[in-house]
């Protein structure tokens, strides 16, 4: 299939309710982020490439399922981009757009222990699958 | 004073102290709190993307329910706490998203963000008052030195949360001094636990968790409350050497007013 970067980036920043091209190149979401170490490409990096329409590496990343959802960097940023937002609209396009899922039912029986609230799981499916 | 109450699926099973204890000392202070009739889990993240409505629905429903009654709503899960009062902004100020969730749920009167989110602390707060509350304490918590876990979901974005000051929150240290205890303030209170990646990536949740429990012991906690059902079974399942205990906010309130 035909696969079109920018057509991709569009939707993508359309899905995210943000704005990418307010950003000032501060660095502060990065600095901010607790899974920096964990990343690929950081959350400033997701900001920019998807206003380049560099998108389909960050489709291809393990730097997807690293984001915490913290909204530190959206807290933090001093001009209200949201890299979150992005990020998740990036995971969700993955998961879209490939069939892909980072968690599939089989895997819960030996994930679960008889403390692990409903809550983890719920929010791990809503997640890395749709 | 009588509020409609949200418990969620987690404090249904898993985290059953947070509900009851909340529940008993609601009452012990002469609050109502009536629960949803039929509510549905509200999915525990909130949908960051834009064109997800369907995921948004369970939350509208509770919404309009409580609306319904003429009530605000009361939450305690931080999780279901940020998915209700983020939906709420949505059907309150994004056309888009209130268009097509009326359109799909099609109620007698078109919802449009109109009920109050309060947590169970801002309940506490507003209601009672935490000085109020330290008179109503007959078993004060003397000698003991609590840390307030507030994660994440609670505080953050704060433009829409509007629950405290995102990088210096009080109001769980408030609570606690109310309660007779000393309250330990440490730089970590308010930084992920990564409780979402725990199901996945259990070894960067513990990364987190050894920070956070780091710099509470560090700063002279020897015991946490929360009132995220995952931040607690996260903090311990994944705590390395710096353990410090953790146990719920209503746990806590309960002890101090002999309920418990
Ligand atoms: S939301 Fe994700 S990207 Fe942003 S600071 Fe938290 S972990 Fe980092
Ligand atoms: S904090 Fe905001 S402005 Fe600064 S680099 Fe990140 S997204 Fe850009
Ligand atoms: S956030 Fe949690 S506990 Fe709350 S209803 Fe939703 S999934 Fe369940
Ligand atoms: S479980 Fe961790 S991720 Fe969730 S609110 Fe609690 S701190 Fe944040």
Redo the contacts between chains.
């Keep these: 299939m035909h696969f079109d970067q920018k057509e991709t980036a569009n939707l993508i920043t359309r899905m995210s309710g943000t704005d990418p091209k307010k950003c000032m190149k501060c660095g502060k979401c990065s600095a901010s982020c607790p899974s920096f170490d964990e990343m690929e490409y950081h959350p400033h990096q997701f900001v920019s490439m998807v206003v380049k329409g560099d998108v389909e590496r960050l489709l291809a990343s393990k730097s997807i399922t690293k984001c915490l959802t913290c909204f530190a960097c959206v807290q933090r940023c001093p001009r209200g981009v949201e890299p979150a937002n992005l990020i998740e609209a990036v995971r969700v396009t993955a998961l879209r757009q490939q069939g892909t899922c980072y968690l599939s039912p089989d895997d819960v029986p030996a994930i679960v222990d008889d403390q692990i609230p409903q809550q983890a799981l719920v929010s791990a499916f809503r997640k890395y699958r749709k | 004073m009588t509020y409609s109450y949200y418990p969620?699926?987690?404090l249904k099973?898993?985290?059953k102290d947070l509900d009851h204890y909340g529940r008993l000392c609601a009452e012990a202070l002469g609050i109502t709190l009536e629960e949803i009739e039929e509510w549905q889990?509200c999915?525990?993240?909130y949908?960051?993307?834009?064109?997800?409505i369907a995921?948004r629905l369970s939350s509208v429903r509770t919404l309009m329910a409580a609306r319904d009654k003429g009530q605000a709503l009361v939450t305690l899960?931080s999780?279901c706490h940020h998915v209700l009062t983020r939906v709420n902004n949505d059907m309150a100020g994004n056309d888009n998203i209130r268009t097509k969730a009326n359109n799909y749920l099609q109620p007698a009167v078109p919802y449009a963000g109109e009920t109050r989110v309060l947590h169970y602390l801002q309940m506490l707060k507003e209601c009672v008052g935490f000085d109020e509350l330290a008179k109503k304490v007959v078993n004060p918590l003397k000698g003991r030195k609590i840390g307030a876990y507030y994660g994440?979901m609670i505080?953050?974005?704060?433009k829409e949360m509007a629950f405290d000051d995102?990088?210096n929150p009080t109001i769980i240290e408030e609570f606690i001094k109310a309660l007779g205890a000393e309250a330990v303030v440490y730089p970590m209170r308010n930084?992920?636990c990564?409780?979402?990646?725990?199901?996945?990536?259990a070894d960067?949740a513990k990364k987190?968790v050894a920070k956070i429990m780091h710099s509470a012991k560090d700063k002279g906690a020897e015991e946490l409350i929360t009132a995220c059902?995952?931040c607690?079974?996260?903090l311990?399942?994944n705590a390395g050497a710096d353990a410090v205990p953790v146990t719920y906010i209503t746990e806590l309130l309960a002890e101090a007013l002999g309920l418990k």
């Design positions: 969620g699926c987690t099973t898993k985290a889990c999915g525990a993240v949908p960051l993307a834009q064109d997800e995921t899960c999780a994440c505080l953050r974005p704060a995102p990088e930084e992920c990564g409780g979402y990646v725990t199901v996945k990536d960067l987190r059902p995952l607690l079974y996260n311990q399942a």
